[in-house]
């Protein structure tokens, strides 16, 4: 399982979360006593942006990494006895 999975894994779930929030908050006039149904719709698109934005950024910050050039290496040879 490579790092591009990972984040478009969290991308995908955020936007789901994100897009079923939306239908909860606006599209559904259903009632269920106890819960209300658009309360819970923003909470689903409040963690939906931030689940987003956290793995947009834990995507950018793995990427640095793959740009870093690799460092010389230097081999020291056996000194002679």
Request: hydrophobic share 55%; no cysteine; glycine share 14%.
């Amino acid at each position: 399982m490579g790092i591009g999975d990972a984040g478009g894994m969290g991308i995908g779930v955020s936007i789901f979360l994100f897009a079923v929030g939306a239908i909860l908050k606006f599209a559904v006039t259903a009632h269920v006593s106890g819960v209300s149904l658009a309360t819970v719709g923003t909470i689903l698109m409040i963690v939906g942006v931030v689940g987003l934005l956290i793995s947009l950024f834990t995507l950018i910050a793995w990427s640095d990494r793959d740009r870093v050039p690799p460092r010389d290496r230097y081999v020291e040879r056996d000194r002679p006895i």
